[in-house]
């Protein structure tokens, strides 16, 4: 019952832009662009339909049995050419046109914007409900606050079956799968009230699988933040997890294992054993506690237990949101992890090639060699 009187309050509250029926409202950056092309494609089909359908009747009208009309006539071969493709050329470069138009937009939809640009949330689906995280902290079940006018990426995982998160009125959709990481973004342009569903089936009670997306004010978004229970950082919880699951006894300095250290890995790329790389992401580190054969950091032991189907998503979350802020811990200089002789070699090269090799906070590669612990790692010059 609230749902609903919270929708109509929310078409009733001013609105005064002009909404084509049976549309949901355009609340964000993508929907105009969306019903754009949502209406271009179908305003040129309904000029085909239109123009194919009239031409039928006329037809059918003017060459009915025993009408007087000429059916003998021919046109020369050449101008009939010349007819098929003056109308085939131009079609046919209409529909590539709004192919690159529907293309552009679907990359545009599907690429998330960079992480600090936007507000980062984390979600959850699972039989049948939405579970979303803010970066404070601050939870909630099938709704989801967020300022108007910033940027918002959802990144979900399923904790079961298919689901998918879709959101009408800013036009956005995305299948969320178990054991993967999607984004979903979206800029929402208008405050007020809208509705979130799972698009997929995903089991008896799909239908009830929905939720309300309020859209605040900046100020409000912060006063409504601030009205919630106050909670731990998820960083501070997953360093609490990181201890609780055992990973500290591998991973941290002056553990028995020869484990690599996660301090500044987030967002760097991680050579791996048997070639290629990985940018240690989101997705990275998750597959890293639950499919440690999968990408083996290179000249490291393949020795990590798969904690898989031991840690829920949520904690996942945490775990993650942890080594992330381990990134942003002061790093010991570079030089000071990489073994003398192959430090001696990034420094004989030009001047410009050894400063960001000597900046502790530039995105250096994490070389092979500086991923193993070399014998003078952690102690001061
Ligand atoms: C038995 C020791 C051990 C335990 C326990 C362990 N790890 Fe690991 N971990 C390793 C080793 C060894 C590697 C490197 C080889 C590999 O990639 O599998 C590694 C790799 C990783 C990586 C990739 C690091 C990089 O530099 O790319 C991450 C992230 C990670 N572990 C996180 C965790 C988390 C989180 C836990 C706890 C849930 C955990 N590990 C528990 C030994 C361990
Ligand atoms: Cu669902």
């Keep these: ?46 000029l085909i339909i239109v123009l194919v359908a009239v031409l039928v009747i006329v037809f059918a009208v003017r060459y009915r049995h025993g009408s007087k009309h000429e059916r003998e006539y021919h046109v020369a071969s050449k101008i009939s050419d010349r007819i098929e493709l003056s109308w085939g050329i131009p079609i046919f470069l209409i529909f590539i046109a709004l192919y690159a138009w529907a293309g552009r937009l679907y990359v545009q939809m599907y690429t998330p914007p960079p992480k600090g640009d936007a507000l980062q949330i984390n979600g959850i689906a699972k039989q049948w409900m939405w579970k979303f995280e803010h970066p404070d902290g601050t939870r909630e079940i099938d709704a989801l606050h967020v300022p108007v006018g910033r940027k918002v990426n959802i990144t979900v ?43 997929e089936y995903c089991g008896t009670n799909h239908s009830r699988m929905r939720g309300l997306v309020h859209v605040l004010e900046q100020a409000e978004y912060e006063r409504w933040l601030d009205g919630q229970e106050p909670v731990e950082s998820p960083a501070a919880v997953g360093a609490a997890l990181f201890r609780s699951y055992g990973c500290s006894a591998c991973h941290d300095a002056g553990g028995t294992v020869h484990a690599p250290p996660l301090t500044g890995l987030y967002g760097r790329p991680v050579p791996l054993t048997g070639g290629g790389t990985r940018i240690a992401d989101d997705a990275y580190i998750r597959d890293s506690i639950l499919l440690p054969l999968k990408d083996v950091v290179a000249s490291y032991p393949p020795v990590m237990p798969s904690f ?67 014998p003078n790692e952690g102690q001061t010059p």
């Excluded at 009187?5 to 355009?26: C, E, I, K």
């Excluded at 840690?311 to 942890?322: G, K, P, Q, T």
């Excluded at 003398?340 to 590669?365: G, H, W, Y």
Aim: glycine content about 4%.
């Design 1 to 46: 019952m609230s749902t609903v009187t919270l929708l109509l309050a929310a078409q009733a509250a001013g609105d005064n832009t002009f909404q084509v029926p049976l549309m949901p409202p355009q609340a964000s950056a993508m929907a105009k662009q969306s019903d754009a092309l949502f209406f271009g494609i179908f305003g040129l089909e309904m």
């Design 157 to 199: 995982t399923s904790q079961d079956v298919v689901h998918s998160l879709y959101i009408p009125a800013f036009r956005v959709k995305r299948d969320v799968l178990p054991d993967r990481y999607v984004s979903l973004w979206f800029e929402p342009t208008k405050a007020g009230v809208y509705r979130l569903f799972c698009a």
């Design 308 to 374: 898989k189907g031991l840690i829920s998503e949520a904690d996942l979350y945490r775990l993650i949101a942890y080594v992330k802020s381990l990134a942003a811990v002061t790093r010991q200089p570079v030089q000071q992890s990489i073994p003398p002789e192959i430090f001696e070699k990034t420094r004989q090269p030009s001047k410009a090639q050894q400063s960001p090799a000597a900046s502790d906070t530039s995105p250096n590669k994490r070389s092979p060699a500086q991923g193993n612990n070399s």
